[in-house]
């Protein structure tokens, strides 16, 4: 995306948000996403000369008060490594793969208020285009702060004018930013409906039990005031409970030109009435997002907030901490054999288990599926024996489906400060080391190493790569055929991601959509594939057969809400008809969160798709899956396929798959055919369809196009 580009997307992104700290927040992700730097901060002048860190993003941001403090004046400064300007934070910087910054000055109303300081990992990233980017830049978060806080001083300049039309319009306003300050609006909106109906005070209070409490009062403090009395009173529609808007004043005469009190004061009671559904929401979200409601822990957002605390506390520094986390080895079979609530009920444990042994000592949270998150101060001794038992505890034995049963954890340990100096660096690191634990087998304690950080840092590099390859058009989509075994011609094209890696070439999705998925960088590949795949069936379908283009989705997309809304706005502004287009599901994505993938199937099929089940066999529930997921088409998986008709074993378990499709009326169909004989042999078992490289690889859409000419 180019320079003005991003400045334009700036600009209409800060124009919606009401409060300066979002606006800089967003300013600073917004150029961290799209111009691939480490991170970004802004810092603010303090009158005493010093910075303070008002906003950032990226894990090396918390660098920003301690450098380029000089540089803050005039003109943009840039250091790299190896000059003297680098050196007071070197280290960290180091450790961060933080090589250079550049510092811009950032004006407010053509006042100097800070900087905006950009880290790079590359040395020579601050070339004199991009400093010229980096300043137009500045100059855009300067003007949009001008412009945020001269909305805020027309806004309270509107409440004390003469016309009512203004003042509701302000109200009005206030009382429908989302980002705005609850407090701030309910003071501003109480005040207003005092001064226009003449009286000296009002307030929103709620009765409890004998006694009644001010929630918001204007002025702030009129309440107390003994020489106030009730004028007026109007209930305020709310579900959050039994509140009132109450005016007081000394004289308690209206003035006459304020129209008719009870219209009015309903309406400012309907105004307080959202601010306090507004308020009771965000205390409910507040309450998430502190506590997982399943497990009873923590949830990542609190643990990371309690990370970011602990990394900035010298005396941590010193003793060190262990980061772990702790991942029950297949916990998915629990949800396949017992059920959903079985599930839950185990998981809330494994949960009490980890919460028993760590006590006060330690913090833990709950992060996803059958993971957990434990931060311990002291050596690394005290980590690691804390880790072996909380492995322990996680093998005892445990009761599900009134049987006893067992699991064991993979734990991955990274050191604080030694392998990581940010939440999210020891989060990955101890991730790393996780990794090592469950390719090793499972039921292990791992620390991280250099040959885990190696792993780290190319992962790393991959995830750099896949934030930007959908604007950098570097997926590819390529098609195999399905071939109709009786008939031996194509009745469906299945479309595969291809990823044309400016660094290694073109990578299959085995390689890099597991690494898409640890983060939201495969939310925006899926909806790629949805929007090629519904655009190309028009080309490749198109004709007298109408073949079917098949297309396949992340674990990601099973598990998302967006994904059925997204799906049904693709086909709508796509223009494809639902009926040419097939969604493939696989068997071990399916098996991860079945309910999840019913109601995808099901969405699927109220879209007008078909749905096809992949890699059947693969997996290890494939009898469970079948039963509950109403699919359209069985795919058996290579694995039993590429040495038929030669192996007994493999002949077996294909007979029986389809026998099982056409006993349940779904279609078989058998991949990774790779000989005439295994077709043959296929068709004479009733297999209907096969796909695999004896008819073709699958190919680049122009290569394909022609081999479906001469094909087809």
């Not at 900035?312 to 609530?341: C, I, N, Q």
């Amino acid at each position: 995306m180019d320079g003005r580009t991003i400045e334009r997307a700036i600009r209409r992104l800060l124009a919606l948000l009401y409060d300066e700290p979002t606006v800089l927040r967003e300013a600073c992700e917004l150029l961290t996403q799209y111009r691939g730097y480490a991170a970004v901060a802004i810092t603010y002048l303090l009158p005493e000369g010093e910075l303070e860190l008002v906003a950032a993003a990226g894990p090396g941001a918390a660098l920003a008060p301690h450098a380029l403090q000089t540089g803050v004046r005039d003109r943009s400064v840039v250091v790299r490594a190896g000059e003297p300007a680098f050196e007071p934070w070197r280290e960290a910087a180091l450790r961060l793969g933080i090589v250079a910054a550049a510092s811009l000055p950032l004006y407010v109303a053509e006042r100097l208020a800070g900087a905006l300081t950009a880290y790079a990992a590359a040395e020579h990233a601050f070339g004199a285009d991009e400093l010229e980017l980096l300043t137009e830049m500045a100059q855009a978060v300067g003007r949009a702060v001008e412009a945020v806080r001269m909305r805020l001083l027309l806004a309270e300049s509107a409440v004390y004018s003469n016309s009512p039309l203004r003042r509701m319009e302000t109200l009005w306003r206030l009382s429908s930013a989302a980002d705005a300050d609850v407090e701030h609006q309910a003071e501003t909106i109480l005040a207003e409906g005092a001064r226009t109906l003449g009286f000296d005070a009002a307030a929103v209070e709620r009765a409890q039990g004998d006694g009644v409490t001010v929630l918001w009062a204007a002025p702030h403090d009129a309440d107390p005031n003994p020489e106030f009395r009730t004028v007026a009173t109007v209930p305020i529609p709310c579900s959050a409970g039994a509140y009132v808007l109450r005016f007081r004043a000394s004289a308690g005469a209206l003035r006459q030109d304020a129209g008719d009190c009870g219209m009015y004061g309903a309406l400012l009671a309907g105004l307080c009435g959202r601010l306090l559904e507004r308020l009771e929401a965000q205390r409910a979200r507040l309450a998430l997002i502190a506590t997982d409601p399943v497990a009873g822990l923590a949830n990542r957002d609190r643990f990371m907030q309690t990370l970011e605390h602990a990394v900035l506390d010298p005396r941590l520094r010193a003793e060190g901490m262990s980061v772990m986390l702790v991942d029950v080895d297949r916990f998915d079979d629990l949800r396949l054999a017992y059920g959903d609530e079985e599930q839950e009920r185990t998981l809330r444990t494994f949960a009490d288990r980890i919460r028993g042994i760590v006590g006060g000592h330690a913090h833990v949270a709950y992060l996803a599926r059958a993971e957990f998150a434990v931060a311990v101060s002291g050596p690394p001794e005290r980590g690691e024996q804390l880790a072996r038992v909380l492995g322990e505890a996680i093998a005892l034995p445990f009761v599900a489906g009134g049987s006893e049963t067992r699991c064991t954890a993979s734990i991955g340990v990274a050191l604080f400060p030694a392998d990581g100096s940010s939440p999210e660096g020891l989060l990955e690191a101890a991730g790393a080391a996780l990794v090592r634990a469950q390719h090793e087998g499972g039921a292990l304690v791992r620390f991280f190493n250099e040959e885990a950080g190696s792993a780290l840092r190319l992962r790393r590099a991959m995830l750099q790569g896949l934030r930007f390859a959908v604007q950098r058009d570097e997926f590819e989509l390529h098609y195999q055929p399905t071939i109709d075994l009786a008939q031996r011609r194509v009745t469906t094209v299945e479309a595969l991601l291809r990823w044309r890696d400016p660094r290694y070439g073109l990578r299959l999705p085995a390689d890099f959509i597991e690494t898409a998925e640890e983060s939201e960088a495969v939310l925006p590949i899926d909806e790629w594939v949805m929007r090629e795949a519904a655009h190309r069936s028009q080309v490749l379908v198109s004709g007298a057969r109408r073949l079917r283009l098949s297309f396949n989705v992340s674990g990601s997309a099973v598990a998302h809400a967006g994904t059925l809304p997204l799906l049904a706005a693709v086909l709508r502004d796509e223009g494809a008809d639902p009926s040419t287009l097939e969604l493939e599901l696989s068997e071990r994505v399916a098996a991860r969160d079945v309910a999840a993938a019913r109601r995808l199937v099901d969405g699927a099929h109220d879209l007008g798709l078909r749905v096809a089940l992949d890699d059947f066999g693969a997996g290890n529930a494939s009898l469970g899956i079948v039963k509950r997921l109403p699919v359209d088409s069985i795919k058996i998986d290579s694995v039993f396929v590429r040495e038929l008709p030669h192996s007994a074993v493999d002949a077996a378990i294909v007979r029986a798959a389809i026998t099982l499709a056409k006993s349940l009326d779904r279609r078989v169909v058998a991949e990774g055919v790779e000989s005439e004989e295994a077709a043959q042999w296929l068709a004479a078992e009733g297999c209907e369809a096969a796909q695999g490289y004896w008819f073709s690889p699958p190919l680049p859409q122009k290569e394909f196009l022609s081999w479906l000419s001469m094909h087809g």
